[in-house]
């Protein structure tokens, strides 16, 4: 399998790489417990986009779970294949509760928070590279993070489970756009409180 | 708590202080869930200028204004309503489902809760509820459920293009009159259509563009609607004490975020 990009994303970074339809991206969670937040589009037309409802429509159709884990398919706003976890040592991965912004910190957290980084600061900058905006920031996924839905509705954002070099591998299904925020978030348990670097492997599948 | 950042330090807290305030913040969101509010309407809607049915299968696009109140009836207990709204004035700010369900720490949206954009204010509050439950985690049905009947993602995705849109603007939506809940393994049970006549209203919290269409939930095992869905919208602006205001202390911050834009000279 032949190695197409190896690099580290710092604590609370973006990324971004287009996969080639049957290209694999390894995201490893190097010292544990950090949520890395990602969009998945179209690389030709990102009109086209992960669509998080198609997405557990479809699962909740083949009695699977409202997270994600291996054998979930990525479906776009089309019901089409983006990606599909082939390999994962977490075992959920989050796609309900959204990226973390400056304003919705001021809602959740209160208003001292305003001015500290967010994934969606991430997400915007990266976005711009490809000629994207906010109209383009849709559902994303969370990986590595715990965020349970109980049976009574609470949903919250639980203390990680992924362990140091925990992994997840996604292969594309079409020519796939990835954006990724290292998330930065310290004012809830989904980076155990201390952001830290991950690592992404882009391979030949 | 209006300590400012700069006072808080808060980008040099130990993992200890961050999670105490965390917690702090998750014990109060407990105990108001513990206590719900949910009600219906209590009389006639005030200042009512518009009525209108929407046929099975169809969609129709309303401009509203801040403090308009929507009633929707379902008369016939057809199996859900696809709901999505942007903010009028700057269309890029919209419904946002994952804040919606994170900031108030629940699936669970009836009485007192409220719909959040994308931007950290409300876009509606939940005025009044019969209960029926509505889903913002799977939502409005598609063309991968409806086996060629009309759906409510290409409802809403008209609706959209008729006020200038494309499908990038139409994200996840809500399900109205869909209660969907989880299992403790994970899975999800929908729980059948709703009574004749679960009633929802909601008031705008900005002015708004909205997209309803009478279609059935994702997971509803009757993928075409069964009657009709009626709507009144009248005007009734919030008092001192008003529910949705107050229910909450991530609500009364998203209020104060959305009532900053509000300011006039």
Same mark, same amino acid.
């Given at each position: 399998?032949?190695?197409?990009?190896?690099?580290?994303?710092?604590?609370?970074?973006?990324?971004?790489?287009?996969?080639?339809?049957?290209?694999?991206?390894?995201?490893?969670?190097?010292?544990?417990?950090?949520?890395?937040?990602?969009?998945?589009?179209?690389?030709?037309?990102?009109?086209?986009?992960?669509?998080?409802?198609?997405?557990?429509?479809?699962?909740?159709?083949?009695?699977?779970?409202?997270?994600?884990?291996?054998?979930?398919?990525?479906?776009?706003?089309?019901?089409?294949?983006?990606?599909?976890?082939?390999?994962?040592?977490?075992?959920?991965?989050?796609?309900?509760?959204?990226?973390?912004?400056?304003?919705?910190?001021?809602?959740?957290?209160?208003?001292?928070?305003?001015?500290?980084?967010?994934?969606?600061?991430?997400?915007?900058?990266?976005?711009?590279?490809?000629?994207?905006?906010?109209?383009?920031?849709?559902?994303?996924?969370?990986?590595?993070?715990?965020?349970?839905?109980?049976?009574?509705?609470?949903?919250?954002?639980?203390?990680?489970?992924?362990?140091?070099?925990?992994?997840?591998?996604?292969?594309?299904?079409?020519?796939?756009?990835?954006?990724?925020?290292?998330?930065?978030?310290?004012?809830?348990?989904?980076?155990?409180?201390?952001?830290?670097?991950?690592?992404?492997?882009?391979?030949?599948? | 708590?209006?300590?400012?950042?700069?006072?808080?330090?808060?980008?040099?807290?130990?993992?200890?202080?961050?999670?105490?305030?965390?917690?702090?913040?998750?014990?109060?969101?407990?105990?108001?869930?513990?206590?719900?509010?949910?009600?219906?309407?209590?009389?006639?809607?005030?200042?009512?200028?518009?009525?209108?049915?929407?046929?099975?299968?169809?969609?129709?696009?309303?401009?509203?204004?801040?403090?308009?109140?929507?009633?929707?009836?379902?008369?016939?207990?057809?199996?859900?309503?696809?709901?999505?709204?942007?903010?009028?004035?700057?269309?890029?700010?919209?419904?946002?489902?994952?804040?919606?369900?994170?900031?108030?720490?629940?699936?669970?949206?009836?009485?007192?809760? *409220?719909?959040? =954009?994308?931007?950290?204010?409300? !876009?509606?509050?939940?005025?009044?509820? +019969? @209960? #029926?439950?509505?889903?913002? $985690?799977?939502?409005?049905?598609?063309?991968?459920?409806?086996?060629?009947?009309?759906?409510?993602?290409?409802?809403?995705?008209?609706?959209?293009?008729?006020?200038?849109?494309?499908?990038?603007?139409?994200?996840?939506?809500?399900?109205?009159?869909?209660?969907?809940?989880?299992?403790?393994?994970?899975?999800?049970?929908?729980?059948?259509?709703?009574?004749?006549?679960?009633?929802?209203?909601?008031?705008?919290?900005?002015?708004?563009? *909205?997209?309803? =269409?009478?279609?059935?939930?994702? !997971?509803?095992?009757?993928?075409?609607? +069964? @009657? #009709?869905?009626?709507?009144? $919208?009248?005007?009734?602006?919030?008092?001192?004490?008003?529910?949705?205001?107050?229910?909450?202390?991530?609500?009364?911050?998203?209020?104060?975020?959305?009532?900053?834009?509000?300011?006039?000279?």
């Amino acid at each position: 399998m032949s190695i197409v990009s190896d690099i580290v994303v710092p604590a609370r970074a973006p990324y971004s790489a287009t996969l080639k339809k049957g290209q694999v991206m390894r995201i490893v969670d190097l010292e544990s417990q950090q949520a890395v937040d990602a969009l998945f589009y179209n690389a030709h037309d990102p009109s086209e986009r992960y669509s998080v409802q198609d997405t557990l429509a479809a699962q909740a159709a083949q009695e699977k779970k409202f997270y994600l884990e291996t054998g979930s398919v990525l479906l776009s706003n089309e019901g089409n294949a983006l990606v599909s976890i082939i390999a994962d040592t977490c075992g959920f991965h989050d796609s309900c509760a959204g990226a973390c912004s400056c304003e919705s910190n001021t809602v959740r957290f209160g208003h001292e928070t305003r001015f500290m980084h967010a994934c969606r600061e991430n997400f915007l900058m990266e976005l711009s590279k490809y000629g994207l905006g906010k109209r383009d920031l849709v559902s994303n996924v969370n990986f590595f993070m715990n965020v349970p839905i109980r049976p009574d509705g609470e949903l919250t954002v639980d203390d990680g489970v992924s362990e140091p070099g925990g992994y997840v591998e996604l292969r594309a299904e079409m020519d796939v756009l990835v954006l990724i925020s290292n998330c930065p978030q310290v004012n809830n348990p989904c980076n155990g409180f201390r952001p830290t670097p991950i690592r992404i492997i882009v391979s030949e599948g | 708590m209006s300590l400012d950042a700069e006072s808080l330090n808060l980008d040099r807290l130990t993992p200890e202080q961050y999670r105490a305030r965390y917690e702090a913040l998750q014990a109060r969101a407990r105990a108001r869930a513990a206590a719900p509010a949910v009600q219906a309407a209590a009389g006639a809607l005030p200042r009512v200028w518009k009525t209108e049915t929407i046929p099975s299968g169809n969609y129709v696009g309303l401009k509203l204004k801040r403090f308009d109140v929507i009633r929707i009836h379902n008369l016939e207990g057809t199996a859900g309503a696809a709901l999505f709204l942007w903010n009028a004035d700057d269309v890029s700010e919209r419904y946002n489902a994952g804040d919606t369900v994170k900031l108030q720490w629940t699936t669970v949206l009836t009485t007192g809760r *409220v719909l959040f =954009s994308d931007m950290g204010r409300v !876009l509606a509050s939940i005025t009044a509820d +019969t @209960g #029926a439950g509505h889903d913002s $985690i799977v939502g409005p049905n598609g063309p991968a459920q409806a086996n060629g009947a009309r759906n409510g993602r290409d409802n809403l995705r008209l609706a959209a293009a008729k006020f200038g849109m494309t499908r990038r603007d139409v994200g996840p939506a809500i399900s109205l009159f869909s209660k969907v809940t989880t299992d403790a393994q994970g899975g999800f049970h929908y729980a059948g259509p709703p009574p004749k006549g679960a009633m929802v209203e909601l008031r705008a919290e900005q002015n708004l563009l *909205v997209a309803l =269409s009478n279609t059935p939930h994702a !997971l509803s095992p009757v993928q075409e609607s +069964t @009657g #009709a869905i009626r709507i009144e $919208i009248g005007h009734n602006a919030p008092g001192p004490h008003d529910l949705c205001r107050h229910f909450t202390e991530e609500a009364v911050r998203g209020f104060e975020n959305t009532d900053r834009e509000f300011l006039t000279p």
